[in-house]
């Protein structure tokens, strides 16, 4: 059984940091893509950034310079480092891991930025 599980998130004030990890379990996590998404209230889930099997790194436009995804393949984990945060990027913050046809997500995470 396939499981991803988020932790990390939580009540920051703008200007602060969080560190969000995605501990995936019954897949062979080398072997896929991962992603990093959220849904502000209200709103569309979109892409946040996402780390390809080998490394490579995409941003959206909004968090390029203040997010960094990174992975640690030995230990089935995913980060965001989220730097530098902003009353805009409160939402729920969803891993997502993918190859070919088929992805996986987890339950999610609450980041809320506020004074």
């Known amino acids: 059984q396939v499981q991803l599980v988020e932790s990390g998130g939580g009540l920051v004030q703008p200007g602060g940091s969080l560190r969000l990890s995605c501990a995936a379990s019954?897949?062979?996590?080398?072997?896929?893509?991962m992603g990093w998404y959220r849904q502000a209230s209200g709103k569309q889930r979109e892409l946040v950034a996402a780390?390809?099997?080998?490394?490579?790194?995409n941003y959206a436009d909004s968090v390029r310079g203040r997010f960094t995804i990174s992975r640690e393949n030995a230990k089935n984990t995913a980060y965001l480092q989220m730097n530098s945060l902003k009353p805009e990027d409160t939402a729920v913050y969803y891993c997502?891991?993918?190859?070919?046809?088929?992805?996986?997500w987890g339950q999610g995470t609450q980041v809320t930025v506020s004074s």
């Open positions: 997502n891991v993918g190859r070919g046809a088929v992805d996986y």
């Open positions: 019954g897949i062979i996590f080398s072997m896929y893509g």
């Open positions: 780390i390809t099997k080998g490394g490579s790194t």
